[in-house]
């Protein structure tokens, strides 16, 4: 079993690595004071912002239609997409969350970023040319291509919104912690900020202005993180083993770092949280509507070729600038750590590493220039949340369920522009309303939805030929609640939450996805088979035609024709 | 979509000949990732000491970094290496298909 801290660690960590939000979420960050007001930092982002203003502008003009809106016209080429999706997975909690993790407790750090990497080729292999070929907008559109429409958009939609309400706290709530420590701002006004900018660049801009932060975001964080971890090498020769030995020197564990910690013992959580990890990000609606961007399923899997490519370079970066900080902090103590002690920790907590080493490789505008961009992911991540969830709401729910079928392509945008106010608000508000709650589990439990509720419907719709209406919701229904209860019943909420004692929690495991995610399949398999309705025979009979549609792309909506 | 062209599709053996070899490809790929990472999750769970070897005496390195770098490194690898195959060798059979169906 992992024992208590250590297991508060791997859920601070799990929700760090991904999400920039729960940043802040646990003990780490959660007791960070406010620093001095940065004004390079916030000139620094001042300019991004600027920037992307100038882009949205720019994209509003060429967002006339709801294709335009949901799917950038289809336009974007693969390399583009793949360095968005990139943006969108490469959060400024993977980057400071990681690095403070391999600061912390060195090879550990390294054995979360390979979790998060390993679902791209199933993403890659399974799914991204099948999506591309089979959806319009949203992976609904895949998941209920032969179906009942009305049951399974409903579900699909529901399973899209639960995702993106809890990722989406978790990134408020992160993004108001971090710009009190990077900028010396108050917590309520960076909430409020990134709310406003948000909706500019979604309402505006749709995806294409979306899509465009995401790529500036994403190359500002390949190339700040490359320049940092390059400045480290240089310093002990392009040497790792040198890099290692001082590490293990001045790291007060010392040779521990170099061997797995206590992260993992029980091989039941390992192998259920590697589950939600591979499968969840084939279910994340915000990633699941990036391959309806570009033209063709060849593109579709350039995308993910080079998204796998860059983000599997970054997490190679984020080990070797971890071990940057551990050798370059420790050298200066009066600078970053709490009253010059070692003992005492970094200032600003442990996620702030990354950032120290920031100053100590580049000085104070190179500092400014990486605070900017960690913010910038954030607001950037935040955006392609809540596109998905608009179009969820005005794709799916209204355009599909209520008009069935018949919304015009204006009435659809206005239904999605005015669920982007809504998600605005709503998120702001939350993020207010969670900012001194523990939201370390939110990221996670947004994973073991992903994989439990929206990657078996989408699998099984797409890849089995006697899957139903009835199966898919069924099952789907099943991998939600499960995923949820079991959440509820494990140590990171009803202990770390809901404050029950120690030890008391009924689920001893760290994330439920072996259980719900399995249950979901069986739950699926099982009521199809036992399915013999009217319905289910013309659902079964409509698969060949799917089929060829999803292999060879015939009859696929075409960049021209969304 | 036209039901004919569906209809000459499914009727032409190349079709059948893309759908497995790339399925069996796609399938092949996908075990052998899930057996490299599942393979290094399960050594970290019951052989910590293996993984904190050092890979050579007098050194700091353990045998697990390059191990784990090795598991993104693969990870990368294989993803294009089925992008490139799927988006060539498959994509022309692909093309022929769709050609000899709009043929009538």
């Keep these: ?562 | 979509m036209n039901d004919d062209i569906v209809a000459r599709i499914e009727a032409n053996p190349k079709y059948h000949e893309l759908v497995s070899k790339r399925n069996s490809f796609g399938i092949t790929l996908s075990i052998l990732m899930i057996i490299v990472y599942y393979g290094y999750i399960l050594l970290i769970a019951f052989n910590k000491e293996w993984l904190a070897t050092k890979i050579g005496a007098g050194m700091v390195t353990s045998i697990g970094i390059p191990l784990g770098v090795g598991v993104i490194v693969f990870t990368i690898v294989v993803t294009n290496i089925y992008v490139r195959r799927a988006n060539t060798e498959f994509d022309d059979l692909n093309a022929e298909i769709i050609k000899e169906a709009n043929r009538k």
């Design chain 1, 1 to 562: 079993m992992i024992s208590k801290s250590t297991r508060t660690i791997f859920a601070l960590t799990l929700g760090l690595g991904v999400a920039g939000g729960a940043l802040a979420a646990g003990a780490d960050l959660g007791n960070t004071t406010k620093q001095a007001t940065n004004w390079v930092a916030i000139a620094m982002f001042a300019i991004f912002v600027a920037i992307t203003l100038g882009i949205t502008k720019w994209a509003a003009a060429k967002t006339k239609s709801a294709a335009d809106f949901y799917t950038a016209g289809g336009g974007i080429t693969g390399f583009q997409n793949g360095l968005a999706i990139a943006g969108d997975y490469m959060s400024a909690a993977s980057f400071l969350g990681i690095s403070g993790l391999v600061f912390a407790n060195g090879f550990d750090g390294l054995i979360f970023s390979i979790g998060w990497l390993v679902g791209w080729p199933v993403i890659t292999f399974l799914m991204a040319e099948r999506l591309r070929n089979l959806g319009k907008f949203t992976f609904a559109d895949v998941a209920a291509y032969r179906f009942a429409q009305t049951p399974m958009r409903t579900f699909a939609a529901t399973g899209s919104l639960v995702v993106v309400a809890f990722y989406m706290i978790a990134q408020m709530v992160g993004a108001g912690q971090l710009i009190k420590v990077l900028f010396g701002l108050e917590y309520t006004v960076a909430v409020i900020l990134v709310g406003v900018l948000m909706m500019c660049y979604v309402l505006f801009g749709g995806m294409t202005a979306t899509t465009w932060v995401q790529i500036i975001k994403a190359i500002m964080l390949l190339t700040g993180a490359t320049f940092m971890a390059l400045a480290v090498l240089w310093q002990f020769g392009f040497n790792p083993e040198a890099l290692f030995a001082k590490a293990v020197e001045v790291h007060s564990k010392h040779d521990a770092i170099m061997s797995p910690g206590a992260l993992i013992k029980d091989p039941v959580s390992a192998i259920s949280v590697g589950m939600a990890l591979m499968f969840g990000t084939a279910g994340l609606p915000h990633i699941l509507m990036r391959f309806f961007t570009v033209p063709s399923a060849k593109e579709a899997r350039k995308s993910v070729g080079w998204a796998t490519t860059w983000i599997g370079y970054f997490y190679i970066l984020t080990f070797i600038i971890g071990f940057g900080a551990v050798v370059m902090l420790t050298q200066s103590p009066d600078l970053y750590y709490v009253d010059g002690d070692l003992a005492k920790g970094l200032k600003g907590g442990g996620n702030m590493a990354a950032i120290h080493l920031a100053n100590a490789v580049g000085g104070n505008v190179f500092l400014g220039f990486i605070s900017a961009v960690a913010f910038a992911t954030i607001l950037a991540v935040v955006a392609g949340l809540t596109l998905s969830g608009a179009s969820a709401v005005s794709h799916d729910l209204y355009a599909t369920v209520f008009k069935h079928g018949n919304a015009d392509s204006a009435a659809e945008l206005r239904v999605s522009k005015m669920t982007t106010v809504c998600l605005g608000v709503v998120a702001v508000f939350l993020g207010i309303a969670f900012e001194k709650e523990n939201v370390a589990y939110m990221v996670m439990l947004a994973f073991a939805i992903a994989c439990s509720a929206n990657f078996p419907i989408l699998f099984m719709s797409v890849l089995w030929k006697d899957c139903t209406t009835k199966g898919a919701v069924a099952g789907g229904i099943f991998g939600l609640v499960s995923s949820v209860g079991l959440t509820l019943l494990s140590a990171s909420v009803w202990e770390a939450v809901l404050k029950n004692p120690k030890g008391s929690a009924l689920f001893p495991y760290s994330s439920p996805a072996i259980f719900s995610m399995t249950g979901a399949f069986l739950v699926i398999y099982l009521v199809s088979k036992m399915d013999n309705s009217q319905q289910a025979k013309l659902e079964r009979s409509l698969y060949p035609a799917q089929k060829v549609r999803s292999e060879t792309g015939v009859g696929a909506s075409s960049a021209s024709g969304h």
